[in-house]
């Protein structure tokens, strides 16, 4: 039986990450087979290449480099870690996929959506989420939120400019729009408890869908 993967996305500061472990908690306290894992990385080797991608010191990075170096961490998580877990009917939570690469090297490097989807299904082989959870927020209000946990590591991506990050939202909301199906908006400028209930209700409701 093959279980389910559930992916989060967002802007900086969208409280995905936040959320994810909240997540995993509950579904492990309902008895359910749950893994929470992160892209770049969710394995040694994929943790090692997100070392090389988000060091603050590699600006002269290429953004194709760049484009392949996730394709290769994500190749890797998703043989290790991804795969090994839905083949044994587990959930898996992963923070960041595929569509993190679309839009931050697709649309606001301007590598283009479609160039990054090629790149990405040599690595991933076609294989999708059975659910994205897209976290919605302005911008603005994610830096700041980001600007008040000092102890969030830092990376070489904070150091990017507004626009950049009205970039990203832009193409997020684009992807959602392209695969309504698979990729759900949460309006995450709501409270936490808010935002954390409306998950809930998206991931029971695919749990539930699988199981009747
Ligand atoms: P995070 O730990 O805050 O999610 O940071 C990871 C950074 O990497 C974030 O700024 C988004 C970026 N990223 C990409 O640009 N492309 C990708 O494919 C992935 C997975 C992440």
Known sequence: MSGLFITFEGGEGAGKSTVLQH?????EK??????????????????????VILDPAHTEMDARTEALLYAAARRQHLVETVIPHVKNGGIVLCDRFIDSSLVYQGGARG???????QVNLFATEGMMPNLTLYYD?????????IAEHKGREFNRLDQESLSFHHEVRKAYIHLQEREPKRIHTIDASQPFDIVLAKT?????????????
Do not use: C, F, M, Y
Request: aromatic residues 0%; glycine residues 8%.
């Open 23 to 27: 997540v995993k908690d509950k579904l």
């Open 30 to 51: 309902d008895g359910n087979p749950v893994i929470a894992t992160r892209e770049p990385g969710g394995s040694v080797i994929a943790e090692k290449i997100r070392e």
């Open 111 to 117: 590598i283009g959506i479609d160039e990054v989807l």
């Open 137 to 145: 927020v302005e911008p603005e209000v994610g830096l700041a939120r």
């Open 200 to 212: 809930l209700q998206e991931i029971e409701a695919v749990i539930e869908k699988k199981t009747t």
